[in-house]
Nanobody, 117 residues
Framework: QVQPVESGGGLVQAGGSLRLSCVVSGRPFSTNVMGWYRQAPGKQRELVAIMTRAGSTNYADSVKGRFTISRDNGKNSVYLQMEGLKPEDTAVYYC???????????WGQGTRVTVSS
């Protein structure tokens, strides 16, 4: 299977915004659940937001109301719009997806988000 490719990370001041993108190359409409996780220094990787193919979503409590996940099934892409960023959002953000009909999921290499106070 194909590793997803993330983009859009960077350095931003507290209160700012960033948009992360993740794309999985291959046949259109071939992804099931897609989502974002993050890992801050010294901490375990945690769920940020996931979205099913049908559009159901699940967010971490810490990002509800600030982050919005969306996807384009035809492009096998998932996005994360992050608003009102806080220093505690600083982490490497990883895209994860599950191919249609598969049990395993696949991780991207990650994109770093740094929020300065």
């Amino acid at each position: 299977q194909v590793q997803p490719v993330e983009s859009g990370g960077g350095l931003v001041q507290a209160g700012g915004s960033l948009r992360l993108s993740c794309v999985v190359s291959g046949r259109p409409f071939s992804t099931n659940v897609m989502g974002w996780y993050r890992q801050a220094p010294g901490k375990q990787r945690e769920l940020v937001a996931i979205m099913t193919r049908a559009g159901s979503t699940n967010y971490a409590d810490s990002v509800k109301g600030r982050f919005t996940i969306s996807r384009d099934n035809g492009k096998n892409s998932v996005y994360l719009q992050m608003e009102g960023l806080k220093p505690e959002d600083t982490a490497v953000y990883y895209c994860n997806y599950q191919p249609m009909g598969a049990v395993m999921t696949y991780w991207g290499q990650g994109t770093r988000v740094t929020v300065s106070s």
